[in-house]
């Protein structure tokens, strides 16, 4: 059993920070990529950032020089630094990581519950 545990979003002012993190725990043999996904009332759920295993990130274009995604490994752990923050960041937030629960098995994708972040004055 694998659960993804996220935590720090909020009511932020624009212009302002949040930092996201996204804690895995449970049967985890090991982690491949991880990422972070939006999804705004009335639209499709979209990607944000993704970092791979290596350390490789990408980014959506909104997004690129605001904010950054990093890992830490020994802690199954990915955060989402949000600066500069927008009204049109205002969506739900979901992580979203590729595990592998044993040797044998292959990697799947686990979701998180989703944090609320809403940007306004």
């Known amino acids: 059993q694998v659960q993804l545990v996220e935590s720090g979003g909020g009511l932020v002012q624009p212009g302002g920070s949040l930092r996201l993190s996204c804690a895995a725990s449970g049967s985890i043999f090991a982690i491949r990529a991880m990422g972070w996904y939006r999804q705004a009332p009335g639209k499709q759920r979209e990607l944000v950032a993704v970092?791979?295993?290596?350390?490789?990130?990408d980014y959506a274009d909104s997004v690129k020089g605001r904010f950054t995604i990093y890992r830490d490994n020994a802690k199954n752990t990915v955060y989402l630094q949000m600066n500069s923050l927008k009204p049109e960041d205002t969506a739900v937030y979901y992580c979203n990581q590729e595990i592998k629960v044993n040797s044998g098995s292959y990697y799947s994708a686990y979701w998180g519950q989703g944090t609320q972040v809403t940007v306004s004055s």
């Open positions: 970092i791979a295993r290596g350390g490789s990130t």
